[in-house]
């Protein structure tokens, strides 16, 4: 089946400093890139729609000149946190659309990133 | 507003089946799907359903009434790493996924 990477799994970081994670699909081309954030306990929420060649459309409430996306290529999308804080300190998630299967395709899930901003 | 319902948490019996539902009220409707999450771990595929009915896969089966605003996912002869978040996701007319808050399902022996 398709696979989705995240690197790194695991980031911890000083207060202030920024932290870049990125997501590959590795035996398949993603037009659209998913960037979810997962609070402990609660459900996976939305912060952006990553397309190939453009500009990530930003969920509302999220700033983007804080999380900062890049969707250079058809398997590659990065997420920067940008002056990163401990309300910074989350799960990451991205999640990949095969570029074949269209609007309804599946979503493919990264492994998740783990961040703690001390 | 867009809207998706399920039970926050459930308890069943190894062995035994269980039935978490979803409701939705979306800005239409290009399909449901069912993900699985372990604590700390990235959601992973379950099902997809766009026509009413049931689909089975294995234990797993995904029921979906359009007309209802209603979904259930059965998981039948429960095991004890089926203990896990259930997430019930609605793709709405922007093709935008829409997502519940998830079902903790707890397996007791």
């Known amino acids: 089946g398709a696979v989705v990477s995240q690197h790194p799994s695991w980031v911890i970081c000083k207060s202030g400093t920024s932290v870049k994670i990125e997501c590959r699909s590795l035996?398949?081309?993603?037009?659209?890139m998913f960037w979810y954030r997962q609070f402990p306990k609660q459900s996976l929420m939305l912060m952006a729609t990553s397309n190939e060649g453009s500009k990530a459309t930003y969920e509302q409430g999220v700033e983007k000149d804080k999380f900062l996306i890049n969707h250079a290529s058809l398997t590659l999308s990065t997420l920067t946190v940008t002056s990163a804080h401990p309300e910074d300190s989350s799960f990451y998630i991205c999640?990949?659309?095969?570029?074949?299967?269209?609007?309804?395709?599946?979503?493919?899930f990264g492994e998740g990133s783990r961040l703690t901003v001390l | 507003g867009q809207n998706i319902d399920q039970p926050t948490e459930m308890t069943a019996t190894e062995g035994a089946i269980v039935q978490i539902n979803c409701t939705y009220q979306t800005s239409g409707f290009n399909g449901l799907f069912w993900y699985q999450q372990h604590a700390g771990e990235a959601p992973t595929f379950l099902s997809y359903n766009v026509l009413d009915g049931l689909e089975e896969k294995g234990r797993f089966s995904s029921f979906l009434s359009r007309s209802k605003g209603y979904s259930y996912l059965l998981l039948k002869e429960l095991q004890m790493k089926d203990s896990a978040s259930y997430l019930c996701?609605?793709?709405?007319?922007?093709?935008?996924?829409?997502w519940g808050a998830g079902t903790k399902l707890i397996i007791k022996p």
């Open positions: 999640s990949a659309r095969m570029a074949t299967s269209g609007d309804t395709g599946e979503l493919f």
């Open positions: 035996d398949f081309q993603a037009t659209t």
């Open positions: 996701a609605v793709l709405d007319s922007n093709y935008q996924l829409i």
